[in-house]
């Protein structure tokens, strides 16, 4: 059995997005060229590759960046997106097929003078199957990996009240929200999506870092992927107190971007975006809320005071896990 790799190329777009989001255990909208052309061209080297069995058929994909990691040349996948990996062919998920593409691979790494790799695979959460039989071939070719600490909400779980699975707290917190007239919406307008970037913009400044979306970058994305993609604000009157940026995997809603103006703290609005966002969830019939991650420096550092905020909304612990080898 021998695999072989070709290198992406524009005009193959529509069969990879075909591939991703219809023949694959583990591909996303995330892992499409229409969600990753919406960054610059001259953001990324894109280093793509398909691979396909001896009977030419595509059996995976690989959405990849060549950048410099820790000093070496990079096989990174991918640095535009949450997940890359290798994205699987659904009928080819097989021990043997795995093996084979993971043996193809390595031997077009070592060719191309790729130095290191780093692949950031799908969340299980987010994929129709599971992958642990994809770890274990990283891990039985010599892969290093380091995970990094995921919550969520199971919604299947949780009442149609979901604030009875909430610390008193943030019950007491959401209570004085609702007697301030706090309301809850999704955001429609461009206009309103400029005010939610400046309301993230001033947020993040706390943390002397920017949006990693533009503006443009973010009305894009909503006429891009309509479907994978929603916008909530939180007011009072007409003034936007916090807001939201959602991602939709399937029966899973993912919170990209959850962000309050500081100004307003005696209000905590970001209490109540929150209680909001996991109430429409649950109304919207999605399985589970993934929260992100609540780790800095590859998962080395957990965030304490992160984390116990999003436990205090009834939420549950997974891992993310990349892995990554060097090649000398």
């Not at 009977?55 to 990691?69: F, Q, S, Y």
């Not at 019939?285 to 992160?306: F, P, Q």
């Amino acid at each position: 059995m021998s695999d072989l790799i070709r290198p992406y190329s524009d005009d193959l777009a529509p069969i990879w997005d075909d591939f991703v989001l219809n023949r694959s255990v583990n591909g996303t909208f995330m892992q499409t060229r229409n969600f990753l052309n919406y960054h610059p061209k001259d953001r990324f080297e894109d280093s793509s590759l398909l691979v396909y069995n001896e009977k030419n058929r595509l059996v995976a994909v690989v959405p990849a960046c060549r950048i410099t990691d820790e000093g070496k040349p990079c096989f990174y996948s991918h640095r535009g997106a949450s997940y890359g990996g290798i994205v699987v062919r659904n009928d080819a998920y097989t021990a043997e097929r795995v093996i084979s593409i993971v043996d193809a691979l390595e031997e077009y790494w070592k060719e191309h003078d790729d130095q290191r790799v780093v692949l950031r695979i799908t969340a299980d959460i987010h994929a129709h199957q599971r992958s642990d039989l994809l770890q274990y071939v990283l891990t039985q070719h010599g892969f290093d990996n380091y995970c990094e600490l995921n919550t969520y909400v199971d919604l299947t779980e949780f009442p149609e009240d979901v604030m009875a699975r909430f610390d008193r707290n943030k019950v007491r917190n959401i209570r004085k929200c609702q007697e301030y007239g706090l309301t809850f919406r999704p955001l429609t307008q461009d206009r309103e999506l400029e005010e939610f970037h400046k309301l993230l913009t001033i947020n993040l400044s706390k943390y002397g870092v920017s949006p990693v979306h533009s503006v443009s970058e973010i009305i894009d994305l909503r006429v891009r992927i309509p479907d994978n993609i929603r916008f909530y604000g939180v007011f009072q009157h007409e003034a936007m107190m916090a807001g939201g940026m959602m991602y939709v995997y399937g029966d899973v809603i993912h919170a990209q971007y959850l962000s309050a103006d500081f100004h307003f703290t005696e209000y905590s609005p970001i209490t109540y975006l929150y209680y909001r966002v996991i109430q429409q969830a649950k109304d919207d019939g999605y399985r589970a809320l993934s929260w992100g991650i609540s780790t800095e420096d590859h998962g080395r550092v957990l965030n304490m005071g992160l984390i116990r905020n999003k436990e205090s909304y009834g939420s549950k612990h997974m891992v993310n896990r990349t892995y990554w080898k060097n090649y000398t």
